[in-house]
């Protein structure tokens, strides 16, 4: 497989269940982000992650907790979500130091939390 | 990181250029300008950048005026699979975490037979 992999693509939970969203990358990337994008808003960032370490937590509520064992591979957990927690989740990876500017990003993994 | 303004939506006719505005009259000088597109459900794709001169990809051009507080993407020939958000972002170059672009709510380009 090549580029930004993201399972499940598609994910419905109760609001007391927990699950986790899965990323890959085979780009040899060393910094990884989860995005969440709501119906009818921009992309907001959530967590960045370089080198495996966490850099930015963007005023994100407890109840996503992310985790990145390697350069390769990032999750975010999830337990005791929202309704309105529900929406399109996108993984990205790109170089740290990358003059380009270029995220790639999975195709996303849209959740749905009753 | 300066704020772009882009308009809500465009029409286009598949076979012409597509050619999308994009205004960051507060840009810095150590900013560049970044666009992005996302084909409905899919992530994000990376076009193109510049930070002072024009540029040209296989994708796309992108033209900067000379004040730089505005700039145009152009999609030389527009297809149906160029439908799409395209996101301009005004962004410095950290050298590190590039997750700090900000995406705003783009332009949806729409391209009709």
């Known amino acids: 497989e090549t580029g930004v992999t993201q399972t499940p693509r598609h994910l419905v939970m109760g609001m007391t269940n927990k699950k986790s969203l899965k990323c890959e990358q085979h780009?040899?990337?060393?910094?990884m982000y989860w995005y969440k994008q709501s119906a009818k808003k921009p992309l907001e960032l959530m967590f960045v992650y370089n080198f495996k370490e966490q850099t930015e937590n963007n005023s994100v509520p407890s109840r996503f907790s992310p985790e990145c064992p390697n350069s390769s591979h990032l999750f975010l957990h999830l337990h005791t979500l929202q309704p309105e927690d529900s929406a399109l989740y996108l993984c990205?990876?790109?170089?740290?130091?990358?003059?380009?500017?270029?995220?790639?990003f999975g195709e996303g993994s849209r959740l749905t939390v009753l | 990181d300066a704020k772009t303004t882009q308009p809500t939506s465009m029409d286009c006719a598949e076979g012409r250029a597509a050619n999308l505005p994009c205004n960051h009259s507060?840009?810095?000088?150590?900013?560049?300008v970044y666009w992005y597109r996302q084909i409905h459900s899919q992530g994000p794709q990376y076009i193109i950048h510049?930070?002072?001169n024009n540029e040209t990809n296989e994708m796309a051009s992108l033209i900067i005026t000379e004040d730089r507080k505005s700039s145009t993407l152009i999609l030389p020939h527009a297809t149906l699979r160029d439908t799409a958000v395209y996101y301009c972002?005004?962004?410095?170059?950290?050298?590190?975490?590039?997750?700090?672009?900000?995406f705003g709510k783009g332009t949806k380009l729409s391209v009709k037979p």
């Open positions: 990205a990876s790109s170089e740290v130091y990358t003059k380009t500017g270029e995220l790639f």
């Open positions: 780009l040899g990337h060393n910094a």
């Open positions: 972002i005004v962004s410095r170059d950290y050298g590190g975490s590039q997750g700090n672009l900000i």
């Open positions: 510049g930070l002072k």
């Open positions: 507060t840009i810095s000088g150590n900013e560049y």
